[in-house]
Structures are given as C-alpha cells and as structure tokens.
C-alpha cells in the first residue's frame, strides 16, 4: 500500500486549491461579461434604436438610413454601452497614444475658411513661415525634452511655398531624428503644392513620400458634402478631391487618419453621407488607419462673429460621435480617437468608455485651435498616462502606424 507523506499532501492541496482558485476566477470572468451582456441586451429591448445596435453587437455595421436614425436618436448611453463592448472586445481595457509634436509651419493661407482663426493672408503683419533651421531646432527641443516619436506637419495653404520647402523639412526630419516619424499634409495641402508646381497631386505624393511624409493627417475633410463646404469652406478642395487624393496616397502606400468635423452648419444627412462616403474608399483601398470626429471650436473665427454657429456641440454630442463611430467602423478602421483637443481631458476618458481605443496625441506647439482661446492645448505624456490610468485602463505608447513602442 502507497502512503502518501505530509509534504506532498500538503502539495497536492496547495495545487488542488491553486487550480480551484484559477477556476473560479475564469468562472468569475465569464460570468461578469454574460452579465454585462444580459444588461445590455435587456436595454436594447427597450430602445428605439435596439434593431441596430443589436446588429452592431452581431457584426453587422449600419447603413444609411441605420446611421441617421443612430443620429437623430438621444439614446446616447445605450450607444456607448454597445460601442464600448465593441471596442473592449477587440482591445480590452486599453487605450494607446502618441507622443507627438505640431509643427504649424505657416499661417499663410489663401482659402480663408470660416471655421479657422489661424490663418493670415498673404503680406499680413502677423503672418509667418518656419524657416528649415527653425523646423530643426523645434523638433531637436521637443525630442530631447519630450522623447517625441511623431510630428504632426500641417499648416496653412501658401502658395509661396514650393514643393522643394517640403522635401528639404522632411529630409531634415527623418535624417537628424530618425526615430521621429512624419505625420504630414492634409489632402488640401497636398492640392496647394500641386497647384503651386503645376503638376498633378498623385506627383507631389510620390515625391513627398520619397523625402520622408510616412502618414497624412485627415485634415480637409470637414464635411464631405459640397453644400456645406460652400458655406464654409467655398475656396477649398471639394468632397471628390479630397477623397480622391485620398485614394492616391493609399494606393502609393500612404496610411493616412479619416477626419469628420461637425457643429455647424451640417446635418443629419450630411453626416450620414461623410460616415458612408469613407466607409466606401476604405471598403476599396484599406488605408485608413484612425477616424477622428472632433467638434467644431467657434470662438474668434468668422462664423461665430456672423453669428452662423455661437457654441461648440458639447459633451453629449461628442459621445454620440464617437459611438456611433466605432458601430460605423467596426471591423474596417481599427482606430477611433478620443477627440481630446476641442474637447477636453475630462470628455476623453468618457470617450475611451463610449467606443473610442486611442487617446490621440500629445501636443506641444500647437497653434491652430489654440487660437480660438478655447482652452489650453498643451498636453504631455504624462498628463494622458495619468487621465487613462485614472480610469483603470492600461496605457500604450505608439508610433505614427500604431506599433506599440511602449508599454505603461
């Protein structure tokens, strides 16, 4: 007869009751996520919008008249809880961001768009341009102090400037620092330069590419219906032009951010057909990489001053935003920001909750929406590590392609 000693009852118990332990810390786990999915189906019975969100829940993204319906509906807590399963289910309780640099290179614009205090026209006493000796030593200071892995390259569209300025900058850039990735361009600057050498924008992406632009920021965009981009934007690129040089960039290997800015002057149907216009490009090039709703900033631009918008959309509307971003997206564009910068901190956290995975970007020398008066718009690596960590969510460092270079 076998007679076990002590010691090794005494382990086979510490095992037993290590592997019970284990057990039921799984059990534990799948019984709070069967929970909160009960919660959360029992609310879809009772909304107006349950059909779609329950479809969201099964794969399915909405369509058309699916999205208009999410936006005309006030039932925004019932969106998040969705969109934030959603988002949690592919990423858990993580949010990344980047640590980031704007770069406002010139405020010389000729569009003169009525939702911007930036710009100053050509010859205007406070207008300006950064010469390549200042690109360098800006970019030096925020690498040394900062440890920046991005800048964010993007300014007005001056037409004194040639294609050769944006070469020399990003050589500059990617040969002095060549950790630091360039995020540069919006589709309109793209255009400008075009325009500027007489050439076609497919060519001036090409060239640009080559001399270190890695990503291009989804600036432009607005709204991507022309009827309200002829009240608030008459001398930029149309909705056609900014996806097709869109399309260009992905097709040259060019990932790029989707943007949306709403608040003004747009509708239900003008959203809709933006949320549908870049889910049809991505559906065909698979080049974008984030999408980014952020709230149009009235102060000191010209709209408000004609009394066109008075107020920003607010809290709630952002969170609607961001919601029905991610149903809208889900399974086609991995990213959706939080929107922090028109927005706050504070409504950022809310949105990592409500279907947003990236807190965005730190922003040292930022100017354009700082110009409004808003709100500061300095914002270190610190400063978001501590906003997700308050939140109880983990925090990952990542480059302009959304590579994890650091964990917190």
């Known amino acids: 007869m076998y007679v076990l000693s002590t010691r090794k009852i005494i382990q086979i118990g510490i095992i037993c009751r290590c592997k019970l332990i284990f057990i039921f810390k799984g059990l534990n786990t799948i019984w709070r996520k069967h ?5 959360l189906t029992s609310q879809l019975h009772h909304s107006e919008i349950g059909d ?11 369509e058309f008249e699916d999205c208009k319906r999410l936006l005309d509906s006030n039932d925004v807590h019932v969106m998040g809880l969705v969109a934030g399963y959603l988002t949690r289910k592919k990423f858990g309780r993580r949010s990344s961001f980047v640590n980031n640099m704007i770069l406002n290179y010139t405020n010389v614009c000729v569009t003169d768009c009525k939702f911007c205090a930036f710009y100053r026209p050509p010859g205007h006493e406070e207008s300006y341009t950064v010469t390549l000796d200042q690109i360098e030593s800006r970019v030096k200071a925020a690498w040394e102090m900062f440890g920046i892995t991005q800048v964010m390259f993007q300014g007005g ?13 990003f050589k500059l850039i990617r040969k002095k620092f060549p950790s630091v990735g360039v995020h540069g361009l919006s589709a309109s600057e793209i255009d400008m330069i075009s325009k500027v050498e007489h050439t076609n924008t497919k060519e001036v992406l090409s060239r640009l590419k080559e001399a270190g632009m890695q990503s291009i920021p989804g600036a432009g965009a607005e709204i991507l219906v022309d009827e309200v981009k002829k009240i608030i934007s008459p001398k930029k690129i ?8 869109m399309g260009e960039a992905h097709g040259l290997g060019i990932p790029a951010s989707a943007t949306m800015m709403y608040g003004h002057v747009e509708t239900i149907d003008n959203i809709a057909e933006h949320f549908m216009k870049i889910t049809r490009l991505q559906e065909k090039t698979n080049g974008f990489m984030a999408f980014i709703p952020w709230s149009f900033e009235p102060n000191n631009t010209l709209m408000q001053k004609q009394e066109t918008v008075q107020y920003p959309a607010g809290g709630t509307q952002l969170l609607k935003m961001i919601a029905i971003s991610r149903m809208m997206y ?3 564009i991995p990213h959706i920001q939080s929107s922090w910068l028109t927005n706050g901190v504070a409504m950022a956290q809310m949105a990592l909750q409500y279907g947003a995975d ?12 700082s110009c409004t008066g808003s709100r500061s718009t300095e914002l270190t690596g610190a400063k978001i590590i501590q906003a997700v960590k308050q939140i109880g969510y983990e925090v990952e460092e990542r480059d302009n392609f959304y590579n994890v270079v650091k964990t917190y």
């Open 35 to 39: 929970s909160q999915l009960s919660q």
């Open 52 to 62: 779609i969100l329950e479809n969201s829940l099964s794969g399915k993204r909405p």
């Open 330 to 332: 889900d399974g086609l």
């Open 358 to 369: 990236d807190f965005g970007g730190t922003l040292l020398g930022e100017e354009v929406v």
């Open 157 to 169: 569209h001056n037409p004194s400037l040639n294609i050769e300025y944006f070469e020399e900058a």
């Open 238 to 245: 149309s909705s056609d032009t900014w996806l097709r040089i």
